[in-house]
């Protein structure tokens, strides 16, 4: 019989829930059936650990006396996006140093500051009235920030392609190191423990979905970038509260020759509502697939050197080109399987419910190549370049006002007003000629004009 979220949700709160990870499913199911299978387990817990580059955090800095817009922000001498707000920025994990003869990042800020490292803060403004501060140089601490929220978008792919060299040369890739002449090959991601494997058909994990990220408590927020569940890579954009975590689930890594990567431990559970739940977690490392590809050629579209299975690679070995070729893993799947285990235990206690999805993920997406036309001539400017100074007649483009109604208290002569509906119109001629709204619109609606217009 079909259970719902809300019944597990129940056994949870009443200590009788049964959760099993997703490991030891396959022999389960095989033991019992689906939908027994279904019948005796209420959650399935999987879990990845594995450098995930497309992470990073938003951290709010707080006000100093006097503020300060920062229009650009270092942590240890890695730069942060600081075009947010006044003393908000995203620290992106591979964003590199720029201290000399380093390849950390913003990963290694990340893990310092959950190990509670003090960490250097440097920032710049040009100035303005209402933030007159134009620099700030001091240290910072994860307990002294007012939030810092872990938002990675796109982490958890469903399978990930295996790496190697046919070239003559050793590379340097965010695959590992690779040895020339097919030397050995490199994968990522946990195969039967990986979450979106054990839901491909993305019935269980949507957008709310609530996970273990980090070692604490994170959500998806949607699908993840280059998502494309056809071919088999689906992606999750995660998020969570930084706080929370630990270094013992996100630690910090540098790829010679690459650089600087984030290990990211993820554990989604999944409830075991009915038989084809069950039966697709019962997913072994022989049924999943990838390919091998050849990182000796520098394109988008990497040759094809074969396909083999999550068994084989785990295996330590993979038959290519008549070869033996020595196999090993880019994540870590002990950490996956302490993972799985270490959720299990928390749903268990009743420490970690689970929650139903607000909206369901995409079932088609795209990981297509650049769209990008030649560039022909100058870039078209947002704003007209005219001013409104004293002595002209405004011009009122009504396509670019978004009737924010900063102009209507500006104007002696009532060219502004709004309509019942508290949108913004024009009078331009009552315009007076004064100049008073020079500037003041934030979209470029108003500029000068010619008097005898």
């Not at 190990?115 to 910072?140: F, H, I, M, T, W």
């Not at 394109?299 to 196999?327: F, H, M, N, W």
């Not at 036309?373 to 947002?382: D, I, L, M, N």
Request: charge should be neutral.
């Amino acid at each position: 019989m079909p259970k719902t979220v809300e019944e597990i949700n129940k056994r949870i709160e009443n200590g009788n829930v049964r959760v099993v990870t997703a490991d030891r499913m396959p022999a389960l199911v095989e033991e019992l059936g689906a939908e027994r299978a279904a019948a005796e387990v209420d959650v399935v817990t999987t879990g990845t650990f594995g450098a995930m580059c497309s992470s990073g955090a938003f951290l709010n800095f707080g006000h100093s006396d006097p503020p300060i817009k920062m229009t650009r922000v270092w942590l240890n001498d890695v730069e942060a996006y600081a075009g947010i707000a006044a003393v908000d920025a995203y620290l992106g994990a591979t964003q590199g140093s720029e201290k000399p003869g380093t390849e950390t990042g913003g990963a290694q800020v990340i893990e310092d500051l959950l190990r509670g490292r003090p960490v250097v803060l440097r920032a710049v403004s040009y100035g303005s009235d209402c933030y007159p501060r134009k620099e700030l140089l001091g240290e910072v601490t994860l307990a002294g920030l007012n939030q810092a929220l872990l938002c990675n978008p796109r982490n958890a792919y469903q399978r990930y392609n295996a790496a190697a060299n046919s070239g003559e040369r050793t590379l340097h890739t965010y695959m590992g190191k690779l040895l020339p002449g097919l030397g050995n090959i490199t994968f990522s991601g946990a195969g039967e423990l990986s979450p979106l494997m054990n839901d491909p058909n993305l019935e269980t994990i949507g957008i709310g979905t609530r996970i273990f990220l980090g070692g604490g408590i994170g959500y998806v927020t949607g699908s993840g970038t280059q998502h494309d569940p056809e071919q088999g890579f689906a992606t999750l954009m995660v998020q969570g509260d930084l706080k929370g975590m630990s270094a013992e689930f996100l630690r910090a890594a540098v790829f010679p020759g690459y650089g600087a990567s984030l290990y990211v431990g993820i554990g989604v559970p999944i409830p075991v509502l009915h038989a084809g739940i069950a039966r697709a977690t019962a997913v072994r490392d022989r049924d999943i697939e990838t390919s091998v590809i050849d990182f000796s050629v520098p394109a988008r579209q990497r040759p094809l050197l074969g396909r083999c299975s999550y068994e084989q690679l785990k295996s330590g070995t993979v038959r290519l080109r008549d070869r033996d070729v020595p196999a090993s893993s880019l994540s870590s799947l002990p950490m996956a399987g302490r993972i799985a285990r270490t959720l299990k235990e928390r749903i268990e206690q009743g420490t970690f419910q689970l929650s139903i999805p607000a909206a369901k993920l995409p079932a088609r997406g795209s990981a297509g190549p650049l769209a990008i036309q030649p560039r022909t001539g100058a870039a078209p400017s947002r704003h007209p370049e005219s001013r409104v100074a004293a002595g002209e007649h405004v011009v009122w483009e009504r396509e670019l006002c978004i009737s924010c109604g900063l102009c209507l208290g500006i104007c002696p002569a009532g060219v502004f007003s709004r309509d019942n509906d508290w949108q913004v119109t024009a009078s331009e001629q009552r315009c007076t000629g004064c100049g008073r709204c020079d500037r003041v619109c934030p979209t470029g609606a108003i500029h000068g004009g010619n008097h005898g217009r």
